[in-house]
């Protein structure tokens, strides 16, 4: 198990990789990546900084990085202090068979320029499954007032929380009562996103 010491690193990829919570723990342990992929822009966003604070870390150039952090650069002006080999292991796509050679081909090119052979660890958080079952079109749309999807009860939305307990055999559906009757008017909380 990697241990931080580099003769212990393995390389890993992070599908559906979110903002990448996950990816920091591997991070913490010692494990490299390799790429990142995930279908939301913001999210893509969010881990091409963390790119980047580990760039700058591991440069002893955190001033950088506490400079955007402080509003003192833009983005751009942030980024542009960032090799592009670091920010191109964010691939910003859906994962889908038409992506699906593309995303390969992306990843392929990053081991050859960083020599590496093998991914030793592919990490990664599925979208919701419930999500994916009702084929929501938008997951980031928000929820009209009262719940559910295109304007119905929470009942119509096997995303929400009094649904979750059925897809798990059971146990939530009580906790989830309490959840959908303090949820406030206007646009719901999306459990998936």
């Avoid at 559906?16 to 913490?28: D, N, V």
């Avoid at 751009?76 to 691939?91: G, H, L, N, R, W």
């Avoid at 992506?99 to 979208?127: Q, Y």
């Avoid at 084929?135 to 649904?163: L, T, Y």
Wanted: charged share 20%; hydrophobic share 35%; glycine share 12%.
């Amino acid at each position: 198990m990697p241990t931080g010491d580099s003769k212990y690193s393995y390389n890993f990829i992070d599908l559906f990789a979110g903002a990448g919570g996950l990816s920091e723990g591997f991070l913490q342990a010692g494990f490299k990546p390799v790429a990142h992929v995930e279908m939301d822009e913001f999210a893509s966003r969010t881990l091409e900084t963390r790119n980047a604070y580990y760039y700058l870390k591991s440069t002893n150039n955190l001033k950088i990085y506490r400079e955007y952090i402080l509003d003192r650069m833009t983005r751009d002006e942030f980024m542009k202090q960032i090799p592009a080999s670091i920010i191109k292991t964010v691939i910003n796509k859906t994962m889908s068979d038409e992506t699906l050679p593309t995303i390969f081909k992306t990843i392929d090119g990053i081991m050859k320029i960083r020599g590496i052979e093998k991914i030793d660890v592919i990490v990664g958080g599925p979208p919701c499954q419930a999500c994916a079952a009702a084929e929501i079109p938008e997951r980031n749309a928000a929820v009209p007032a009262g719940g559910g999807m295109g304007g119905a009860g929470i009942e119509d939305n096997p995303c929400d929380a009094g649904q979750l307990g059925d897809l798990f055999g059971g146990g939530l559906p009580d906790a989830a009562d309490g959840v959908a009757a303090e949820r406030p008017a206007g646009p719901a909380f999306h459990p998936c996103g």
